[in-house]
């Protein structure tokens, strides 16, 4: 293994062009597949807060068509609380409802307003998804349907408005009776406090750790019961079957959820027959949420279309390099025909010549793929946004002074980095020892009076 080392250490010395290309050409290889690969994991792993998603139906979009007319949205909540909510072999149901771009909460002390993501929901969203509670509770079934304003912000958004909290960090002398009630404040936490949204006031009742922007279906720094927003609940359209929401349901463990999906299909095909000529689509919905996460439009979504889709490209990716190093590994060899000539010439076998191949390239795809890894890692940090698009036909919009949030459990992924890291190696081996074995198959004279 020594002797092995050293050979590729003099390798690496002598030939330094084609070991920098070599590296950097399996490292690139390894970057871009690995990127992808961080992006699909992140889209259909179980991560917080969405820590359900393996056993979670997302029903997001619907068609009515009548006659010549056509409408398609979202769902209604009337069909959500009639053909939803009453199914009993579901753990829980959420209606959500996106309330887009442009809302801004106003500070107290009259700083400039801050932009915030807010989404309006109910009580059951914080059974779906399991967000961590730094203060308080989340706003119960009895909030909501009595309309108080109680509402659960991000934790971020509470240290915006409210400073730090004075427990874990180190009490300050305050000077002035105005900075000791400042003070008083800050230590009393934000729940229970009134803040500012859109020039309405609303109680926090709940303080959560921040989601991120990846976790689309749960992302927001506000979430507010629907009932504060009477017009959420109206559905559009002959039958009321479109409207402003979206469904979030929740099964009682990850083998129920095609049992889950028939029933509800069942369920809608009596709801539709109702309505005579006025057709209904559920559009192949509800979907499991690594579906929903590719839905981009209003069409079905396929398994085999998405894998086929995306295993092309993955295997372009790496079968491109893989040729090119295989042209490099050729000229290589060619040029170590003397080499091995006069190692044959002293006894040397041929299995043996190949193993030290098949070394070398272990270690200079171990080495690119190193490389491989630092520079998906960061692709994926400075480019998040762009890439967690993929997939789909447009960006989503993201709120002034947020940043896409990737923890170390999103990128930190060993299997996907093993898996590829073992692709690259195959790919790398058959570009390598290919030209090696035909090298080792050279008469010896031949070999040796190679110039």
Not at 34 to 62: H, Q, T
Not at 253 to 269: G, L, M, P, W, Y
Request: one cysteine or more; hydrophobic letters at 45%.
């Amino acid at each position: 293994m020594a002797t092995y080392v050293k050979q590729v250490w003099n390798l690496m010395r002598q030939e330094r062009l084609f070991s920098v290309i070599y590296i950097l050409g399996t490292g690139l290889s390894v970057a871009v597949v690995m990127a992808l690969s961080i992006v699909f994991y992140i889209k259909v792993a179980n991560i917080y807060p969405e820590m359900n998603r393996d056993r979670m139906l997302v029903l997001s979009r619907g068609i009515e068509r009548s006659g010549s007319g056509y409408s398609a949205g979202s769902v209604s909540y009337g069909f959500i609380r009639d053909q939803l909510k009453t199914l009993s072999s579901v753990e829980a149901v959420s209606a959500v409802s996106d309330a887009g771009s442009n809302h801004y909460v106003q500070p107290d002390d009259n700083r400039k307003p801050i932009a915030v993501k807010l989404i309006y929901t109910d009580a059951e969203f914080w059974t779906v998804f399991r967000f961590r509670f730094r203060e308080g509770r989340p706003f119960t079934d009895a909030d909501v349907q009595s309309g108080v304003g109680s509402v659960v912000i991000a934790r971020s958004l509470a240290r915006k408005l409210f400073g730090e909290e004075s427990s874990s960090e180190e009490k300050v002398k305050p000077s002035s009776e105005a900075e000791l009630v400042s003070q008083e404040q800050s230590e009393a936490g934000a729940v229970g406090r009134y803040f500012t949204l859109d020039a309405v006031q609303y109680r926090i009742c709940g303080v959560v750790d921040d989601a991120s922007w990846v976790t689309k279906n749960s992302y927001a720094q506000v979430w507010a019961p629907y009932s504060v927003k009477s017009d959420l609940l109206e559905g559009w359209g002959q039958s009321g079957y479109i409207g402003d929401m979206e469904a979030y349901i929740l099964t009682p463990s990850a083998d129920d959820v095609a049992r889950v999906k028939q029933e509800i299909t069942n369920n809608f095909q009596r709801y539709a027959s109702q309505f005579g000529e006025v057709k209904l689509d559920l559009i192949g919905q509800p979907d499991r949420h690594w579906q929903n996460a590719f839905r981009d439009g209003d069409y079905n979504i396929e398994l085999s279309s998405i894998l086929m889709r995306y295993g092309l490209i993955l295997l372009i990716l790496l079968l491109v390099p893989a040729i090119s190093l295989s042209g490099m590994a050729d000229s290589r060899m060619e040029r170590r025909l003397a080499e091995m000539g006069v190692r044959r010439a002293f006894g040397a076998r041929t299995s043996v010549l190949m193993r030290q191949v098949l070394f070398e390239n272990m270690i200079f795809t171990l080495l690119g793929g190193l490389v491989g890894l630092m520079i998906s890692y960061a692709l994926v940090l400075t480019g998040g946004r762009w890439l967690l698009s993929t997939g789909q036909g447009k960006t989503y919009p993201l709120p002034d002074g947020m940043d896409v949030i990737l923890s170390p459990s999103m990128l930190l992924n060993l299997n996907v980095f093993g898996i590829t890291l073992t692709v690259c190696f195959l790919l790398n081996l058959f570009s390598a020892m290919i030209p090696a074995w035909r090298a080792s198959r050279h008469q010896i004279i031949h070999s040796l009076n190679i110039k």
